[in-house]
């Protein structure tokens, strides 16, 4: 059975930095597509970043130079590095199989909630 | 960015109704549309991909048509179960940033 948990969320301050994790169960991370997508409270689903089977990373202008996407194969997990945080970041932070490599996602966490605030 | 625009935003119907939602994309993503269904505090869920395609284990009465630049998903009787939002995504490029609608939202009436 195809599992995403992630942790990692929090309380943080404007400017600060958090890492997301997402443990994968019941597939390879390094061989699909995946992506961290966003929901600010009461708002709808943004996508943030994806990183591609073969390593290849792209991101949400909205994020970049401030997020880094990466994975660990050998624990099966995926991260999301925040710098920089802002409170625009407020939100709640799934990550999402990309099953065909197309760009729609199959599969998702239960989402980690990562606030900003002073 | 591929702006999407998801009317009516808010939709009040009955158990049995018809129920059909609009998505529009600024500019041609031929059929690279998905809508999900959410339901509050938790993740969506993969309804339809490539316009009119249905995923697996999804009731038959979603369906999706489409192509270009305007998009519909239909519930053909709406069920107990089908109260919630729902989104449309273009995935178009990921070079380009994927992109999602606003989200409509179906209540009860």
């Known amino acids: 059975e195809v599992q995403l948990v992630e942790t990692g969320g929090g309380l943080i301050q404007p400017g600060g930095s958090l890492r997301l994790s997402c443990a994968a169960s019941?597939?390879?991370?390094?061989?699909?597509?995946m992506s961290w997508v966003r929901q600010a409270p009461g708002k709808g689903l943004e996508w943030v970043s994806v990183i591609y089977s073969g390593g290849s990373t792209y991101y949400a202008d909205s994020v970049k130079g401030r997020f880094t996407i990466s994975r660990d194969n050998s624990k099966n997990t995926l991260y999301l590095q925040m710098n920089s945080l802002r409170a625009e970041d407020t939100a709640v932070y799934y990550c999402?199989?990309?099953?065909?490599?197309?760009?729609?996602?199959?599969?998702w966490g239960q989402g980690t909630l990562v606030t900003v605030s002073s | 960015d591929i702006q999407m625009t998801q009317s009516p935003s808010t939709l009040s119907a009955s158990v049995g109704d018809r129920v059909t939602i609009t998505c529009r994309a600024s500019?041609?993503?031929?059929?690279?549309l998905a809508w999900y269904q959410q339901k509050p505090g938790k993740a969506p869920k993969l309804l339809i991909y490539?316009?009119?395609s249905l995923e697996s284990g999804v009731p038959s009465r979603f369906s999706g048509s489409g192509s270009g630049t305007e998009f519909t998903l239909t519930i053909s009787s709406l069920q107990p179960d089908d109260f919630a939002t729902y989104y449309c995504q273009q995935y178009n490029s990921y070079l380009w940033a994927l992109t999602f609608g606003g989200g409509t939202k179906v209540e009860i009436k």
């Open positions: 500019q041609s993503i031929s059929s690279w």
């Open positions: 490539k316009a009119s």
């Open positions: 019941g597939f390879t991370v390094s061989s699909n597509y």
């Open positions: 999402a199989r990309d099953n065909s490599s197309s760009g729609y996602f199959n599969y």
